[in-house]
């Protein structure tokens, strides 16, 4: 496989349900992060992963808890999600320089209950 | 805090017909903007990078140029195919992490037969 996989492709949970995303990338890259994606809103960066170290956490809610335990996995651990956290879930990959593209998987579609 | 405001945020074309989408931004040190194409159901897909003032770039009937404030994709003669909808996004010197971008809210670009 090539380029960055994301499943599951669309998730139903009730919100006490505790779930996990998951996403790969067989880009080579040493850079991964999440994203979300509302109706009508632009991409929301959630966190940044660099050599498989946070390096940035958009102030998201605890409720939300990434894990990378390398720099081709990484994961989004749901729990205890409130309806307003219902929206496309984006990973993305790059190079560890300011200036490289970002290339995105195909989002994980969350609805909650 | 870096911003980035995309117009229109829709437009409908006819098959032939040129135009351009607009991206304008306020950044602390531009260190690259970005375009992508989304189709529905998608995650965004890499088009362009540029990175300085006067640069363009060309893929097939899309051009993307750079000014100190905007870009433009210009869209010369559009398919049906070329329907999606376009995300400008800024990488920039300033913040806490590298690698952070700042996406527009996006231009839905409906091309009619």
């Known amino acids: 496989e090539t380029g960055v996989t994301q499943t599951p492709r669309h998730l139903v949970m009730g919100m006490t349900n505790k779930k996990s995303l998951k996403c790969e990338q067989h880009?080579?890259?040493?850079?991964m992060y999440w994203y979300k994606q509302s109706a009508k809103k632009p991409l929301e960066l959630m966190f940044v992963?660099?050599?498989?170290?946070?390096?940035e956490n958009n102030s998201v809610p605890s409720r939300f808890s990434p894990e990378c335990p390398n720099s081709s996995h990484l994961f989004l651990h749901l729990h205890t999600l409130q309806p307003e956290d219902s929206a496309l879930y984006l990973c993305?990959?790059?190079?560890?320089?300011?200036?490289?593209?970002?290339?995105f998987g195909d989002g994980t579609r969350l609805s909650i209950l | 805090e870096d911003q980035v405001t995309q117009s229109p945020e829709a437009l409908r074309l006819q098959e032939g017909e040129s135009s351009s989408l607009n991206c304008s931004y306020t950044?602390?040190?531009?260190?690259?903007l970005f375009w992508y194409r989304q189709d529905p159901g998608k995650g965004p897909e890499f088009l362009f990078t540029?990175?300085?003032a006067g640069e363009e770039k060309e893929k097939e009937r899309l051009k993307a140029t750079l000014t100190k404030k905007e870009s433009f994709l210009h869209i010369t003669a559009p398919k049906p195919e070329d329907s999606a909808t376009y995300l400008c996004?800024?990488?920039?010197?300033?913040?806490?992490?590298?690698?952070?971008?700042?996406f527009g809210q996006g231009t839905i670009l409906t091309v009619h037969p």
């Open positions: 880009l080579g890259h040493n850079a």
């Open positions: 950044v602390s040190g531009l260190r690259g």
């Open positions: 996004a800024v990488s920039s010197a300033g913040g806490t992490s590298y690698g952070k971008l700042t």
């Open positions: 993305a990959s790059s190079h560890n320089r300011v200036n490289q593209p970002q290339h």
């Open positions: 992963y660099n050599f498989k170290e946070q390096t």
């Open positions: 540029l990175y300085s």
